[in-house]
């Protein structure tokens, strides 16, 4: 008997919280997470990081340095990061896996994309993954992103996305910031 898919759960992206603490701590350290971006970290080194984080100025996305909480059908479900990096912007996401594989980073692409549009036209997005992450491979396929791209002094694959690509996308407003 065929057996519809069930839709991706709605997701939006919220400023990073005091209260988000534990989801940072649980990501950092999460091996599954981790393992397509290093070591999972000691708990000291990421609740440094986080109280760091937290002294982010909020601003739209594109405008520095900035972590958004994704929130779904849960409270928080993982951690989307946009970093100014000089001439360019990357993109990062980190879901828990009880919330991989659902079409959730797809949801939260699409809406850091949106923001980007929308604050940042001008500038070139950048993600970098491991080669094996084939869900991240996956996102930048489905967005457009450039080719993969190797460095000899690096493990990661990097991949762009031209301003004037970031420009197309499939919505004409940002329900986000």
Same mark, same amino acid.
């Given at each position: 008997m065929p057996t519809e898919a069930l839709p991706a759960p709605a997701v939006t992206l919220v400023p990073l919280q005091p209260a988000d603490r534990g989801l940072y701590v649980r990501l950092y350290s999460d091996p599954e997470v981790m393992r397509h971006i290093g070591s999972p970290r000691a708990r000291s080194t990421i609740e440094a990081d986080f109280d760091a %984080? *937290? =002294? *982010?100025?909020? @601003?739209a996305l594109g405008n520095g340095r900035q972590r958004r909480v994704v929130r779904g059908p849960a409270d928080g479900i993982g951690l989307l990061a946009v970093d100014d990096v000089g001439d360019r912007l990357e993109l990062g996401l980190m879901l828990l896996p009880a919330w991989q594989g659902r079409g959730i980073? @797809?949801? %939260?692409?699409e809406l850091a994309l949106m923001a980007l549009r929308t604050h940042a036209a001008d500038r070139v997005v950048q993600v970098q993954y491991r080669p094996d992450n084939r %869900?991240?491979?996956a996102l930048a396929r =489905?967005?457009?992103f450039g080719p993969p791209e190797s460095n000899a002094a690096s493990t990661l694959v990097r991949r762009w996305l031209r301003p004037d690509a970031v420009n197309r996308s499939r919505r004409s407003r940002c329900p986000c910031n």
């Open positions: %984080a *937290l =002294t *982010l100025p909020v @601003r980073g @797809r949801q %939260a692409f %869900a991240m491979a =489905t967005f457009a």
